[in-house]
């Protein structure tokens, strides 16, 4: 007979998701068996349970376990498994690669072209137990607080936008300007202030309470209101850097209007990358506000695997860091709750809602 195990399923084409017992995975050779003992709520998680449009494009797998933002301990290894042992604390890389093609052979796992996503196109995290290859079981240190190590693949994303090639775009010394302070957009203010930046600006809708105030506490130097008018913001920013306009822009929100705003104030052969997801085709003057400024445009998804993570481990050293980092964590909930969480952070009641593997 099966062991079984809770999870949260994806069971119906349609909004919602149903708590059920389900087989616990059997893992091969090179994977990884990890017991949750955290995991957290990401804005893809959010448009998988209302079932949106991009969900029903990218949902191909129904049912699916989803999640993937999550810790654990490792409680069963595969045959071939060297690096891993039972007992360690991992955090998931959830993209996982083939390793054989293009991509993974010229040192850019990141994109590879048959890439599976945990808790996306195969069974993720909101369970008691989810399996990983071994390559992408992070070790993390056992004193790490479960709830930040719960959040380490957000905080790579935030630390990919800030080093998009790697060491290479330093932004010691200049201003920086964070548009959306999701929990993403937040860690990344984080991250630049650890790097050297002079300045950081942040711009998010001042309606949206927790994250607005969250900015400030998390070190921005400034924070706008993204309701004032454009030209407004166009001005108070420019005249936060002399006129000159910052030489670094994080585009976070995915919001056609901040994007414009990004590229009309970055100061020419400044650099632009863009986290942020668009709903659709976005119009911009390329002529205007790419070429003729000669920048340089970095668009970002996931994490580059490894040296991510190794950039995120340095920075988790500093318990400065860490201190600062944990808040962004707003909630941390029953995994049974998580309905409640998912309206939290709807309604910008929560930045990061961290679940415990509480079922009953």
């Known amino acids: 007979m099966t062991e079984k195990m809770w999870a949260v399923v994806k069971s119906k084409r349609a909004p919602g998701a149903e708590i059920k017992k389900v087989d616990i995975p059997k893992i091969g050779d090179n994977e990884v068996l990890v017991k949750v003992r955290r995991t957290s709520i990401c804005g893809t998680d959010v448009h998988i349970w209302e079932w949106d449009p991009w969900s029903q494009e990218e949902m191909k797998n129904i049912p699916i376990i989803f999640g993937h933002e999550a810790t654990g301990e490792v409680v069963k290894v595969g045959s071939a498994v060297k690096s891993v042992k039972v007992g360690d604390l991992v955090s998931a890389e959830t993209h996982i690669a083939d390793g054989t093609c293009y991509q993974c052979r010229t040192?850019?796992?990141?994109?590879?072209?048959?890439?599976?996503?945990?808790g996306v196109t195969v069974n993720g995290a909101f369970a008691e137990y989810f399996?990983?290859?071994e390559i992408n079981a992070w070790k993390v240190d056992p004193n790490l607080e479960p709830e930040i190590a719960s959040i380490l693949e957000p905080l790579g994303n935030a630390v990919h936008t800030a080093l998009p090639a790697g060491n290479y775009e330093d932004i010691t010394g200049n201003t920086v300007l964070i548009l959306g302070a999701g929990p993403i957009g937040l860690m990344s203010i984080v991250v630049a202030k650890y790097l050297g930046a002079r300045k950081v600006i942040v711009t998010e809708f001042a309606e949206k309470k927790v994250r607005f105030e969250l900015a400030k506490k998390m070190g921005a130097d400034r924070v706008l209101d993204a309701k004032m008018d454009q030209k407004e913001l166009e001005e108070i920013i420019l005249s936060e850097t002399d006129y000159e306009g910052p030489s670094v822009v994080f585009e976070m929100s995915g919001a056609p209007a901040a994007l414009e705003l990004g590229l009309k104030?970055?100061?020419?052969?400044?650099?632009?990358?863009?986290?942020?997801?668009?709903?659709?085709?976005?119009?911009?003057?390329?002529?205007?506000?790419v070429i003729f400024k000669n920048l340089r445009v970095f668009g970002i998804t996931g994490r580059r695997m490894f040296d991510t993570w190794y950039q995120v481990s340095g920075l988790l050293e500093r318990p400065e860091i860490k201190k600062t980092l944990k808040q962004v964590i707003t909630h941390i909930i029953p995994i049974k709750d998580i309905e409640k969480g998912i309206e939290l952070i709807k309604t910008?009641?929560?930045?990061?809602?961290?679940?415990?593997?509480?079922?009953?």
């Not at 040192?107 to 590879?112: A, D, K, L, Q, T």
């Not at 942020?276 to 119009?283: A, C, D, L, R």
């Not at 910008?348 to 593997?357: C, G, T, Y």
């Open 348 to 360: 910008a009641q929560a930045a990061k809602v961290v679940m415990e593997p509480i079922w009953e």
């Open 265 to 289: 104030v970055i100061t020419p052969g400044g650099r632009i990358s863009l986290l942020g997801i668009f709903k659709g085709p976005v119009s911009i003057n390329l002529n205007e506000y």
């Open 107 to 118: 040192g850019r796992m990141h994109i590879c072209e048959n890439m599976k996503i945990l």
């Open 131 to 133: 399996k990983i290859p």
